[in-house]
């Protein structure tokens, strides 16, 4: 009996079972890709937080307004993180796909510890005065957050992630009157470099 039914299901006039298996095999696959695209961070998003990161650089350099740095680029780094936020949830929403599913609720996983890390520290060392140290902590936490996303989305970001660790282990050695170079560098120059080799890897418009 269990012969007949093999030969059944083999034969010329039952291919519902392996339609049925292809179609369903196939839309797996495409859900796949889709999901894995969103993780793409869009170019546009490092160009803007780039763009806002050198403007606090230029404003934090300024005579009159070096002593309020910190409120300078604190305001830049929620500007900053406004503007990322937003592009990649238009991407999300033009792709038809949840931000709370799937590798883009890993991706945020891994980045938010590290930047609530960042802000717990920053905290600790404003009220123990020593907010000299601040600029390379951001850097620092900031990279590590983004190199551990990184597995998530594509090469570049992890490159950008690993320079930032650099960057900020560099500012934490160097004297306090580079720190405002250093933050410049890395928030500013850093994300505008790789939102543009992102945006021309990804081929956008």
Known sequence: MEKVTARRA??????????????GTLKYIRTSIEA????AVPGSAGIGMGAIGLLAAVLAAQPGLARHWFEIWLGAGVGAFL????????QAASRGTALYRGPVRKFLLCLTP???????????????????????VWLLLYGCGVAAASTM????????GALF?????????????????????????????????????????
Do not use: K
Not at 83 to 88: D, V
Not at 153 to 160: A, E, K
């Open 10 to 23: 083999r034969s010329p006039g039952n291919p519902v079972a392996l339609d049925a298996h292809a179609l």
């Open 36 to 39: 894995a695209g969103v993780l």
């Open 83 to 90: 503007c990322g936020s937003t592009l990649m949830i238009h």
């Open 114 to 136: 590290s930047l609530f890390a960042g802000a717990v520290i920053t905290f600790v060392l404003w009220r123990q005065h020593a907010a000299d140290s601040v600029p390379g």
């Open 153 to 160: 989305t594509v090469r570049p970001v992890g490159v950008m």
């Open 165 to 205: 660790i650099v960057l900020g282990v560099a500012a934490l050695a160097l004297p306090p009157q580079y720190s405002n170079l250093a933050l410049g560098t890395g928030f500013g120059g850093l994300h505008f470099l790789f939102g543009i080799i992102i945006g021309r890897t990804r081929r956008e418009p």
